[in-house]
């Protein structure tokens, strides 16, 4: 391999871990925004204010992201500051 | 849809003032005077029927020529709305088997908002179904009757919200779409989509009940201080809505005061014909 071609093959690998990080961070924000939006529209059925219930029950048919999301969630409720702590790389 | 998109009347008030009579006086005057009317009890204890001397249903009942009368059961379309929700709830997370629907469904039953949910949906049913000039509302309690007319308002506040809310999903959507494939087309929203029909459809009541052309809202009273306290904040509850075609109406005065003097049984159309006769000029004033 010529150095070039190394050199190339350098940048173009840090390219591509950068936008795996970005692509990561943007997913855990895309997900905080879902989980927000669940539970804007599916808080009633924990307490929550949330949308008048003929408007929620009306999206309930098309956001079962959303509803798998808020299910998912339940897992990882009780210690949120370990999840943050293992999309940080922190040990 | 039907052709004509009928004029609307709401007449509230505290219980026992005369909403039921005074209505059904009004719908009298109009089918009388050349206009076709659909007059609905939306309150749950009924007594259209006892004015009238008819047994009213869920379906229009032909009272005189060019008026029906229906008393809309409330429970009845509160129940199909659930079990219409229950439907499409099943079919859409038929694999959540561990979630106890029933149980759920129970309690939603009680849920704020249901009920003035429900009266939406008869109103919708008789609004654009019934093709008369006149649709005259005998309302239910004060808190319900406001809680179905705040509904339109309440819900677009929210769908604005969770629009505000999508869109932000969607650029994120989009960003991480370029980064990862280097593209820009998006997949099918079917929740942005709900959220805008959903929009288009609350904005169309809204602009039903706001419309005060076409919409107007009777607050009927009597000569005394409770249920012209009541008024008032109905009236200061229907302004802050936006709601501006709002006419207060004095019942049960005595002779010689402006309003609708007290008769005592009043009912059946002869008698109701005869005093609209006599007090034709308040209603000529009262009716636009």
Redesign the interface.
Known sequence: MSLFAGIKKFFKGLDQQHRHKAIEDLEWEMHELQHIFGLLTLGYMVGLPSAPLPVAWELLPDMPREFAIMLARLDTAQNPLSEQFSRLDVS | MSAVLPHVRFFMGKGGVGKSTLSALTALYHADRGHTVLLASFDPAHNLGDIFQQKLGERPVPIVERLSAVEVDPEKWSREYLQE?ER??R???AYLTTFSLEQ?FKV?HH????EA?AL?RAFDDLYRKSNVDFLLLDMPPTALSLSFLA?PR??LL??E??HA??T??QQ??K??SR??LGRREMERD??M???NR?TERWRERDAVFSNNAQTRYLLIENPEALSALENGRIESRLKELGFSGIDRVVNKTGNGKSGFPLVAGLYGINKMRAYIDRHKSVFDALIR
């Open positions: 929700a499409q709830f079919a859409a997370y759920h939603i849920a704020p908002g249901v949910y939406m509904l309440l819900s929210w769908l919200q969770l809310l999508r932000e999903i994120k959507q960003m991480i980064l990862r079917r929740v989509e709900n959220i959903q």
